[in-house]
């Protein structure tokens, strides 16, 4: 669980207190879960404080936006300035910055298509989601509950609705003592975690589900398979069963939240030697160096936080 403090929320172009950040609670998006989202982290890197892949979030909260006809009243470039501005504002680090694209006056009526589309963006402390295991190894199982076919519930968009999907997977494993699920599609493929995707070693092979799988399409999936092919690993992208997920050399998790996680246990069944493998491990150190500025090669993927940004928006309190 992430505790979501935090100084200032940007909304719709004004710095608004913390404690003052709220929408009425007859909102379109908080009845019927038609909002989109985006996490995204700020990391310490030795020119400061810079932002992991921010332009591919934006262009994906602008794609998820697309998707559900929420066309934002902000440009591409006015997001992004508008995340580092809230960066600033917020003075935290690691960073987990979550903008938001919301319906927020009160309208009922789940056809509702006129409300203003609106634009927040908090950014609080980051901590490890999947706990003291993030590093270890995290056991999940396997979830009950499926996921819904992209036919039903575009998994390419980032949509809140999503997420009551994620939820029931969740709180299952959780009440069944685990860190987290790994949820099936509908045809029984491996789909992904809660808010993660799954990676699998066999043989010195690195093997995830492709974008025919009904999984959001991850910018930590997508780092992390250009990662691993410049360490020179062979990463196929294909349907994977069960049969391949259990009896892997190594599993792994990656998010943006999560980064790279390991999983030891996936319910009775261990995987490997219950601790990270070591391509695992060769992986999971390339990345803490590239979100650290460290892997010059990357650097095109850390957007600087410029540290006295002159504020484009007024303060509100
Ligand atoms: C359902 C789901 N899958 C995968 C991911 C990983 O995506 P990313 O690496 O872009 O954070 C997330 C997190 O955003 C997610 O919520």
Redesign the pocket.
Known sequence: MMAANGKKIWMDGRLVDFDNAYVHVLNHTIHYGVGVFE?IRGYSTPKGPAIFRLKE?VA?LIASAHVYLMPIPFSAEQIERAVLETQTANDVLPSYIRPLVYRGEPALGVKNLKGKVSLAIAAIPAKKYLGAGSETGVRAKISPFRKPHSDANP?FA?ACG??IN?YLAGADATKDGYEEAILLDQNGFVA??????VFLVRNGVVYTPGPEAD??L????DSVIQIARDLGYTVVEKMLTVNELLTADEVFF????AEIAPVKEIGHYAIGERVPGPITRDVMETFSKVVHGEEPKYSKWLAPVPPLAAPTARTRS
């Not at 992904?192 to 995707?197: A, D, S, Y």
């Open positions: 996490g979030h994906r998994s980032k999503n997420y994620s992904e975690g809660t808010g993660e995707n999984i959001l991850g910018i930590t999936r990656t998010g943006t939240y």
